[in-house]
Nanobody, 121 residues
Framework: QVQLVESGGGLVPAGGSLRLSCAASGSIFRISVMGWYRQGPGKQRELVADITSRGSTNYADSVKDRFIISRDYAKNMVFLQMNSLKPEDAAVYYC???????????????WGQGTQVTVSS
């Protein structure tokens, strides 16, 4: 069984910063891409940022130059440093990982439970 556990959400004023963390555990052989998605009230879930096993990153245009995604490969962790937060960044943030398991030897997406980020005006 693979689990992803997120932490770091909370309430911050506009212009503030938060750092989200996600740790994957369980029967893991390799993790390819890890990323963060978010879903605000009445909105579709959207990709915020992701990072490959080689360290290549992608960001949504709305967060580019404000957020930074990083990984600790040895600990199977991914982080999202969020700076200059705006009210429109408020959402539930979900950790995602594409994980290759030794048994049955397949790669599948896994999701965390979500962590709430609230940005006050």
């Amino acid at each position: 069984q693979v689990q992803l556990v997120e932490s770091g959400g909370g309430l911050v004023p506009a212009g503030g910063s938060l750092r989200l963390s996600c740790a994957a555990s369980g029967s893991i052989f390799r993790i390819s891409v890890m990323g963060w998605y978010r879903q605000g009230p009445g909105k579709q879930r959207e990709l915020v940022a992701d990072i490959t096993s080689r360290g290549s990153t992608n960001y949504a245009d709305s967060v580019k130059d404000r957020f930074i995604i990083s990984r600790d490969y040895a600990k199977n962790m991914v982080f999202l440093q969020m700076n200059s937060l705006k009210p429109e960044d408020a959402a539930v943030y979900y950790c995602n990982a594409n994980i290759l398991r030794s048994n049955p030897g397949t790669i599948s997406p896994y999701w965390g439970q979500g962590t709430q980020v609230t940005v006050s005006s």
